[in-house]
């Protein structure tokens, strides 16, 4: 179990087989630096084109299609002083008689403490003088590369992850992705250093970020979208559109999730979803949304075979 550090010289603005930079073994742990969506970096720079541009891909020693391969995210931290937000809710999430009256788009700048966890606006409106928010760093973009050689704008989202937007993705979390590629080709960035569920302004906080990961491989082990898991839950994320789709999406996964993997019949977890599952909204603003379905382990550990 080897630890590496990497500072990416380029970046990708779509998910894809990429030559590799980096090759380690299930069990490494990666330490790497990210961009903004902007593609600025800690310096505030710009060094490559904006759209949520992607550090990696990392290739994994033995990850082959039909494992899953996991990222427990370590470490998420904001490397600069200074963020930036959109300031207007997207006309997708209102009714359509209110789009006239949206305030007019700009940019917010926001002071990013990362030592004492707050953000603050820079000129904010005099309602929201002396708002300090604390800061709840994650990834808002990350993933594996999709199969048929596919190479996915990082704008969106599939079964391979990508521009999730779930804020849920913060360290302390473990996520899991299906493999479809030799080496999986791990790709990360997007960070945001504070956002609201649904990304609904289309940013969060948006800033560079020093990231950590430790990356896994359970072979053998087929997942069809991405899973994750928490001290307190297990989850699965849709990506489509219509949300209703995506629904059915994490829906589908985590009923597959409870049979293969925790014991269940189709009839015990249809009942237990039924009562106890929950939903977390991810992206809400880009070309596929996401969902979130959610099952707490301490309701698993009642269950035969739950784990």
């Known amino acids: 179990m080897a630890l590496h550090r990497f500072s990416p010289h380029h970046y990708h603005t779509a998910i894809g087989s990429h030559p590799p930079v980096l090759r380690v073994?299930?069990?490494?742990?990666?330490?790497?630096?990210?961009?903004?969506?902007?593609?600025?970096?800690?310096?505030?720079?710009?060094?490559?084109?904006?759209?949520?541009?992607?550090?990696?891909?990392?290739?994994?020693?033995?990850?082959?299609?039909?494992?899953?391969?996991?990222?427990?995210?370590?470490?998420?931290?904001?490397?600069?002083?200074?963020?930036?937000?959109?300031?207007?809710?997207?006309?997708?999430?209102?009714?359509?008689?209110?789009?006239?009256?949206?305030?007019?788009?700009?940019?917010?700048?926001?002071?990013?403490?990362?030592?004492?966890?707050?953000?603050?606006?820079?000129?904010?409106?005099?309602?929201?003088?002396?708002?300090?928010?604390?800061?709840?760093?994650?990834?808002?973009?990350?993933?594996?590369?999709?199969?048929?050689?596919?190479a996915i704008s990082t704008a969106t989202s599939g079964p391979h992850g990508g521009n999730m937007d779930y804020r849920g993705f913060r360290a302390g979390t473990t996520a899991h992705f299906p493999v479809f590629v030799p080496g999986a080709l791990l790709h990360v960035g997007d960070g945001h250093a504070l956002q609201g569920d649904g990304e609904i302004v289309g940013t969060g906080i948006e800033i560079s970020m020093d990231v950590t990961v430790t990356v896994g491989l359970l072979k053998g082990r087929r997942s069809r979208w991405p899973r994750g898991e928490t001290e307190e839950y297990i989850f699965t994320v849709g990506n489509a559109r219509p949300l209703d789709q995506a629904v059915q999406h994490a829906t589908t996964e985590m009923i597959r999730w409870l049979q293969e993997d925790h014991g269940l019949d189709a009839a015990a977890a249809h009942i237990l979803l039924g009562q106890c599952v929950a939903y977390d909204l991810g992206n809400v603003f880009d070309p596929a949304y996401t969902m979130v379905c959610k099952m707490a382990k301490r309701t698993l550990a009642q269950v035969a075979g739950g784990r």
């Open 25 to 150: 073994a299930p069990g490494d742990t990666i330490r790497t630096t990210t961009v903004d969506a902007g593609g600025c970096d800690a310096s505030g720079v710009q060094v490559t084109a904006r759209g949520n541009p992607q550090s990696g891909p990392f290739y994994v020693e033995g990850a082959e299609p039909g494992d899953t391969l996991s990222v427990r995210l370590d470490a998420i931290v904001p490397s600069r002083d200074r963020g930036y937000s959109a300031s207007a809710v997207a006309p997708n999430v209102v009714d359509p008689d209110y789009v006239a009256a949206l305030p007019p788009g700009r940019m917010s700048l926001w002071a990013v403490d990362a030592a004492a966890g707050v953000a603050r606006l820079v000129d904010p409106p005099a309602a929201l003088a002396g708002l300090a928010l604390p800061l709840d760093p994650m990834l808002g973009c990350f993933g594996v590369a999709p199969e048929g050689g596919q």
